[in-house]
């Protein structure tokens, strides 16, 4: 296969943990070449193409621990995490605090000087909320600044591989329509989450909570490439403000805002607890006729709603604010009324991703993964940055030890693509689009049974060979069909392991009607996911977690 481009360190991805990765990597080694390769434009992309208003997940030291978070993961996770990952992210997080601070970053301090944490988790405070309006704006600055080649407008459609080793990636350019080959020493998968995957209720297709650029990409090349894939049957759904799809509970929360059912009542403290899932609490609630769900803010002092409009008006969302003045809510007096978001699939606020190891890497030589498509669960902006930063170092070290060699490399970019653009046929992508992810919308979450599981498999069959069908009349159509063949994947691996799981776990998130009990005693493990390289089929087994090992071993 022809190659165009050769480097020594390819990160396919240029959101938060992509752009970490890169910085770290060309920190680690000045000489090499490492390059970034983003679908959108680096500046703004990811899930945080904007700025953020928090870290999560920090162990401050005197305050909080890594121990204490790992056993707040355990009964967040209900057991099912690998618990090194846990531990090491956050003990990796107050560097990385310090780091961000280093350039430029704004965390919320008393009049003390000590930083200010806020607690959402079952156990200890890890919250520390940050001024960063234009934090995506700063990692573009110092990847600039550290020299590394940044590719915009640059779709992955393929890895490609000599043997078991990966060794690069193909490319589509969504502007020109040119096709890639990028030939690299070790490649990072930063491609973020399936988060355009069901339908919101509003029935726009890119309306939705997470980046609609994030489409899972990354789990289909992955995927494809021969790497293990976890967590697939967590299927998150989030409380966000109405019609507007916009993150809300956290931010509001934490400062006071209280929660009231559609009778009026307030749903106390203890019935939001981090130790129950806020989604299970709030949709009884509607489920037993007690909707619609609330959030009001008048009680709170002015100077509150002014540091809470501040934080949703310009560093999440600022389209925010003419929002809310077009439907003419004030926070002083109006309530605010929340829903549920579209189903979705992310490491993020959930457990989903490839399988990675205390060093970033997937089963797969050459291959590393960060951020939300990585399965470290619940990490948050943290874990792309603890995880985006050893993704970067490690992948350093093997660029540095592995010396050019010519080599045959397969892949199936080039087929990828000529399939789609042979098709003349005449079903338009929004309507292709609408229905699938409406399927996924009425099928995959829960209430689950093997019945409505099945059912999915059938639907995606049908949609398969539909896709033949598609009209892709441009570069930029062309893209998008490849973001359905994505989604299209992510719904079989989504079905299959919910089917697997012959238990109910995590709440609502994977509550089956046909197994509404825990099964400790058989389900306390990982349901795995593979590609047989072989046969071409999906395969599933599963694996124990993992304790706690607290060590990273150096390559």
């Known amino acids: 296969m022809e190659v165009d481009l050769i480097t020594d360190v390819l990160?396919?991805?240029?959101?938060?943990?992509?752009?970490?990765?890169?910085?770290?990597?060309?920190?680690?080694?000045?000489s090499l070449r490492v390059t970034v390769a983003e679908k959108a434009h680096a500046k703004r992309s990811g899930s945080i193409s904007r700025g953020m208003d928090g870290m999560n997940i920090v162990a401050v030291p005197g305050i909080s621990s890594s121990e204490e978070y790992v056993e707040s993961m355990r009964i967040r996770c209900d057991g099912i995490l690998d618990e090194e990952l846990c531990y090491l992210m956050a003990a990796e997080?107050?560097?990385?605090?310090?780091?961000?601070?280093?350039?430029?970053?704004?965390?919320?301090?008393?009049d003390s000087g000590n930083y200010q944490l806020l607690k959402v988790h079952p156990k200890g405070r890890f919250l520390l909320p940050m001024v960063a309006p234009d934090l995506k704006v700063i990692l573009l600055e110092q990847m600039q600044k550290a020299g590394?080649?940044?590719?915009?407008?640059?779709?992955?459609?393929?890895l490609s591989s000599n043997d078991q080793r990966v060794t690069g990636a193909t490319f589509l350019n969504t502007r020109t329509g040119d096709i890639l080959s990028i030939e690299a020493k070790s490649t990072i998968l930063a491609t973020g989450p399936a988060g355009r995957f069901g339908l919101p209720s509003s029935g726009y297709l890119y309306g939705t909570y997470e980046c609609p650029a994030n489409s899972g990409d990354g789990y289909y090349l992955g995927y494809h490439a021969g790497a293990e894939l976890?967590?697939?049957?967590?299927?998150?759904?989030?409380?966000?403000?109405?019609?507007?799809?916009?993150p809300l509970w956290y931010i509001v929360t934490t400062r006071g805002g209280k929660?009231?059912?559609?009778?009026?009542?307030?749903?106390?403290?203890?019935?939001?607890?981090?130790?129950?899932?806020?989604?299970?609490v709030v949709v009884n609630e509607v489920h037993d006729g007690r909707g619609p769900i609330y959030m009001q803010l008048k009680h709170l002092s002015e100077?509150?709603?002014?540091?809470?409009?501040?934080?949703?008006?310009?560093t999440e969302r600022p389209t925010q604010k003419k929002f809310f003045a077009g439907r003419e809510i004030d926070f002083r007096k109006d309530w605010i009324e929340l829903e549920q978001s579209e189903v979705y699939l992310c490491s993020g606020h959930g457990i989903t991703g490839l399988v990675v190891d205390a060093n970033a890497m997937t089963s797969l030589e050459g291959l590393l993964a960060a951020g939300d498509v990585a399965a470290v669960p619940m990490q948050h902006l943290t874990g792309a940055f603890v995880f985006g930063s050893i993704a970067g170092e490690t992948a350093a070290k093997i660029a540095s030890a592995l010396k050019t060699e010519a080599v045959e490399r397969k892949s199936s970019g080039h087929d990828r693509v000529n399939s789609i653009l042979s098709q003349r046929g005449s079903i338009q992508l929004s309507s292709f689009e609408h229905k699938l992810r409406r399927m996924i919308s009425q099928y995959l979450p829960s209430p689950k049974n093997e019945m409505r599981l099945r059912t999915v498999l059938s639907w995606i069959e049908r949609f398969?060979?539909?896709?033949?069908?598609?009209?892709?009349?441009?570069?930029?159509?062309?893209?998008?069909?490849?973001?359905?063949?994505s989604i299209m994947d992510c719904a079989e691996m989504s079905a299959k392991a919910s089917i697997e799981r012959r238990e109910s776990r995590w709440g609502l998130v994977h509550f089956r009607t046909d197994f509404p009990e825990r099964?400790?005693?058989?389900?306390?493990?990982?349901?795995?996911?593979?590609?047989?390289?072989?046969?071409g089929q999906m395969t599933l087994f599963s694996r124990p977690p993992q304790a706690n090992g607290r060590r990273r071993e150096c390559l």
């Not at 990385?96 to 601070?101: D, N």
């Not at 100077?303 to 310009?314: A, K, R, S």
């Not at 398969?464 to 063949?485: M, T």
């Open 93 to 110: 997080s107050y560097s990385i605090v310090k780091e961000l601070e280093a350039w430029g970053v704004s965390f919320t301090k008393d």
């Open 11 to 30: 990160v396919i991805g240029g959101g938060s943990a992509g752009c970490m990765a890169a910085i770290k990597a060309k920190h680690a080694n000045p």
């Open 464 to 485: 398969r060979n539909n896709f033949l069908n598609l009209a892709v009349r441009d570069s930029h159509e062309l893209g998008r069909a490849l973001e359905l063949e």
């Open 148 to 158: 590394v080649d940044i590719m915009n407008h640059t779709m992955a459609i393929s």
């Open 303 to 314: 100077e509150t709603i002014e540091e809470l409009e501040g934080v949703l008006f310009t």
């Open 259 to 280: 929660v009231f059912n559609g009778l009026g009542q307030e749903l106390a403290a203890d019935h939001l607890s981090s130790n129950r899932l806020i989604s299970d």
């Open 519 to 535: 099964d400790n005693q058989n389900y306390l493990k990982h349901i795995m996911i593979k590609k047989d390289q072989d046969t």
């Open 230 to 246: 976890t967590g697939f049957e967590y299927t998150m759904r989030s409380f966000l403000i109405k019609d507007f799809n916009g």
